[in-house]
């Protein structure tokens, strides 16, 4: 995951441009507008270049297609299957935690590739920690199916990371297989944006991945 806005730039479509052209695949993203929900969108060459509507998660097996979205706080998730060579990049803030979205991405790997749930290795990238994301009882409520995961003393906190880890090995994912940044978001103020600690003054910061060729199983 890297930072890519410069402070005080306000052009985040050019900032896109800029940054992959320098990794030099411009023209391989695909990005999405996300909506905090669940759906997944699959991808080929024949979306190179586009953003698309209303998903939070992006999957292919082709080579030379890079997968894009950003986050702030929220939870990037990285899937990738050596097998079948298929890879899936999903956006999972708290409502993409309650409606599932890493069930729903692994899912799309069994139907597209008949992926078995055991051969996948996740990594969720750096986000907000339970140490900083508070919440009110509304939303500590929708997660009365995760105890354990929720703090209550004078203040609620939710450990996010803790809830998909639980969903991922619900869906089939082998606990040694799931790697968890141990990077907050909200604490790491020189490496991260947040938009819990900066309000209004939050910027971005993308998440990719990308097949650059097909290697042997």
């Not at 999405?32 to 759906?39: I, T």
């Not at 990594?123 to 995961?149: L, M, R, S, T």
């Not at 703090?151 to 609620?156: A, C, G, L, N, V």
């Not at 089939?172 to 209004?200: L, P, V, W």
Request: aromatic share 10%.
């Amino acid at each position: 995951m890297t930072v890519y806005p410069a402070p005080g730039d306000d052009q985040p479509a050019e900032n896109r441009r800029k940054f992959f052209s320098r990794l030099g695949c411009v023209n391989q993203v695909v990005g999405v507008q996300m909506v905090h929900g669940s759906k997944v969108a699959t991808v080929g060459a024949g979306q190179r270049g586009q953003i698309l509507s209303d998903y939070d998660a992006l999957i292919t097996d082709e080579p030379q297609v890079v997968l894009s979205l950003t986050v702030a706080d929220c939870l990037p998730i990285y899937f990738y299957d050596q097998r079948r060579q298929a890879i899936a990049l999903a956006h999972a803030g708290w409502r993409g935690v309650l409606a599932n979205i890493s069930r729903e991405v692994v899912n799309k790997f069994i139907e597209l590739y008949k992926t078995d749930p055991g051969d996948l290795e996740i990594h969720i990238g750096p986000h907000i920690h339970i140490c900083h994301f508070e919440v009110k009882d509304d939303v500590a409520n929708q997660f009365a199916a995760y105890p354990q995961f929720v703090s209550r003393s004078d203040k609620i906190f939710i450990d996010l990371a803790g809830v998909v880890r639980e969903q991922l090995m619900a869906a089939g994912i082998k606990a040694g297989n799931i790697d968890i940044s141990q990077e907050c978001t909200h604490d790491e103020k020189d490496q991260y944006f947040s938009y819990r600690r900066d309000g209004g003054e939050f910027r971005v910061m993308a998440a990719y991945l990308g097949l650059k060729r097909r290697q042997p199983n």
